[in-house]
């Protein structure tokens, strides 16, 4: 078993809690508990503001300060919440991130570098699950944007959303616990 899980999710929270759900549901047994967005965050409309990142991260960044947050800590974050996992652990220990949808940039707005740049210089072991047609970043990652050793690119058939079949979940979370079992310590 491995250590506990943080869930963040991306902007569209709530619309993106089947990503939370279908990895809770395939991978909470290999954990030692399993944290959701809704956990960490209660948010409403007025609360949960969409797109405000230092809002979220100051938040995130309190929230694991009162958990006594362990150093097999792991995160996992859609979209925003992949970003948010990422700059936490540029300044924080933690034993692993997992990304889905990260996003590199933003479609409408193009190059910002404060998405990517401290993805340079990670040195926790990542792995990033990135749909070939994902806008925000698809299989041009490579090309585009430069990543440390210590991430990895898992490429998939899927969009920015994550709205894939049954049978492409489990593939996913076989994936992410062989990633786990390589990289993290065991007990």
């Given amino acids: 078993m491995f250590g506990p899980v943080y869930f963040l999710s991306g902007d569209a929270y709530p619309n993106d809690i089947h990503v939370d759900r279908e990895l809770e549901r395939r991978l909470s047994p290999s954990f030692a508990c399993w944290t959701s967005q809704k956990d960490i965050h209660h948010p409403t409309p007025e609360t949960f503001q969409n797109g405000d990142f230092p809002q979220r991260a100051t938040h995130f960044e309190a929230y694991l300060a009162t958990q006594g947050t362990r150093r097999d800590t792991v995160l996992i974050g859609r979209s925003s919440g992949a970003r948010l996992a990422t700059w936490y652990a540029s300044r924080h220990a933690v034993a692993a991130v997992i990304c889905l949808a990260y996003p590199f940039r933003s479609p409408s707005i193009g190059p910002e570098p404060e998405r990517y740049l401290h993805l340079s210089d990670l040195r926790v072991p990542t792995l990033i699950c990135q749909g070939f047609k994902d806008i925000y970043g698809g299989s041009n990652i490579f090309a585009d944007y430069i990543l440390s050793k ?22 996913l979370a076989r994936v992410i616990l062989e990633f786990c079992q390589e990289v993290l310590p065991r007990p």
């Fill in 150 to 171: 210590s991430i990895r690119v898992h490429l998939l058939q899927a969009e920015h959303e994550f709205n894939i079949d049954s049978d492409a979940w489990d593939t």
